[in-house]
Nanobody, 124 residues
Framework: QVQLVESGGGLVQTGGSLRLSCAASARTFSRYAMGWFRQAPGKEREFVAA????????SYPDSVKGRFTISRDNAKNTVYLQMNSLKPEDTAVYSC?????????????????WGQGTQVTVSS
């Protein structure tokens, strides 16, 4: 069983930055690939970023590539999402998730464990 707790959300102006953190309870944290998803009201959950267990591999959709950076610190059982050049359309609840897999299509069903999420609001 893996418990995930996100933090770092908040209100930021367009063009600003935020760094989200996700702390994991897993003793074998480095075995899990970690991902970030977001969900805006009335919209489906959207993949934002993924990082492999070692941190060597990352994956992003075009919508955030070049603006968002995912990283992890396995010694601290924590994964991060650095978000720069934020836009109003980035407003959503951001959740982290864990999976044993590394895939090319990051559908939510790939992930076994989820955090509760943290709200990110970007004002125009």
């Amino acid at each position: 069983q893996v418990q995930l707790v996100e933090s770092g959300g908040g209100l930021v102006q367009t063009g600003g930055s935020l760094r989200l953190s996700c702390a994991a309870s897993a003793r074998t944290f480095s075995r899990y690939a970690m991902g970030w998803f977001r969900q805006a009201p009335g919209k489906e959950r959207e993949f934002v970023a993924a990082v492999s267990g070692s941190g060597a591999l990352t994956s992003y959709p075009d919508s955030v590539k070049g603006r968002f950076t995912i990283s992890r610190d396995n010694a601290k059982n924590t994964v991060y999402l650095q978000m720069n050049s934020l836009k109003p359309e980035d407003t959503a609840v951001y959740s982290c998730a864990a999976t044993y897999l590394w895939v090319s299509n990051w559908h939510p069903s790939v992930f076994n464990y989820w955090g509760q999420g943290t709200q990110v609001t970007v004002s125009s």
